[in-house]
């Protein structure tokens, strides 16, 4: 049995895990990440895989995978948006500093990965997924691989175009969808429908101290959740945007499935209905012809550990 070390690296957390051929996770290891301090991020990614490495030294490769945009060849951080990494040499920094061959991409790359292998669309052959959490990352994989286009940068759904000359996003460009479909925008949709429709948001408010500014989407789930108004035409206004995007994308790439992960997913039917609404409407003209399947995805937390790990292994 071939055990590999995957490393999940956000702006919050270095989680890492030893990881089966089945995608188990045997052992694993957290550290805060120190996002403002580059080195202090790539030594604690090494800490991490040493930790584990030590408890199990059988383990053959290391899988990173990390939210940032990663160069073609696999072996350099070009930029990540929540960490202070810009040209960050990390796959040959961490391979010599473990003595383990490493295989660096993005954490939407091998989440996706992950659902495609062991997950929700461990049947197809195709699929694209997208991540929806404070922003939104997204992944291909096209005849049973991960699609990275030419540069390593494929895939980054979350700044496709959703409303021209929309709100403006960290990106540069205006009308991302980030800004209308992503764990924010679920914030500034009930923020917005707090102020202007008090009486349809109490329990909104209730929860957030009566300040419509202090409202969180922890906040606008457990409200939703309780029949809250405002909070529920929040997850729809954001459900909606993910639908009509999904049925774009379905046009252009038809994918076998399409999955939604990420932190929002937690929150269920609440956002899986929205979406399913607004994709079978945007193609409801396309009836007789076969359309990609929708899930939420199945991974959970473990996703990127896992999809990294297992991407090591088959390098």
């Known amino acids: 049995m071939t055990l590999t070390i995957g490393i999940d690296v956000g702006g919050t957390k270095v989680a890492g895990g030893v990881v089966d051929e089945q995608g188990n996770v045997l052992a694993s290891d957290r550290r805060p990440t120190p996002a403002d301090d580059p080195a202090g991020t790539r030594d604690t990614i090494v800490e991490v895989a040493a930790e584990l490495a030590a408890r199990y030294p059988d383990a053959k490769a290391i899988g990173i995978g990390a939210a940032a945009w990663i160069n073609a060849a696999g072996s350099t951080v070009l930029f990540a948006p929540n960490l202070a990494w810009r040209d960050e040499p990390l796959q040959s920094y961490v391979s010599e500093a473990t003595g383990l061959p490493v295989v660096l991409d ?33 992944a291909i994989v096209v005849n ?42 679920l914030v500034r949709f009930g923020r917005t429908g707090a102020r202007q429709e008090p009486e349809r948001a109490a329990k909104l408010l209730e929860l957030a101290g009566g300040d419509p500014l202090a409202i969180s989407g922890r906040q606008v789930t457990e409200a939703a959740r309780a029949g809250d108004g405002v909070a529920m035409d929040a997850f729809a206004q954001v459900g909606y945007w993910l639908g009509v995007a999904l049925a774009d994308l379905a046009q252009s790439i038809d994918p076998q499935v399409m999955v939604i992960g990420g932190g929002v997913v937690d929150a269920g039917p609440l956002l899986m209905g929205p979406i399913e609404r607004a994709y079978r409407e945007q193609l409801s003209n396309r009836g007789r012809f076969p359309v990609a399947e929708v899930h939420a995805a199945r991974m959970g937390n473990a996703a990127g550990v896992v999809g990294a790990a297992d991407l090591a292994r088959r390098a």
Do not use: K
Request: aromatic share 6%; net charge negative; charged share 10%.
């Open 106 to 138: 993005n954490d939407a790359n091998v989440a996706a990965w992950a659902e495609f292998r062991f997950g929700v669309a461990v049947h197809a052959e195709s699929m694209l997924m997208i991540t929806v959490g404070t922003g939104i990352g997204g």
């Open 144 to 185: 049973g691989g991960l699609w990275r286009g030419a540069h390593g940068i494929a895939a980054e759904l979350g700044h496709i175009q959703a409303v021209p000359d929309g709100h403006p996003c960290g990106c540069g460009r205006l009308g991302c969808l980030e800004q209308y479909a992503s764990g924010n925008a």
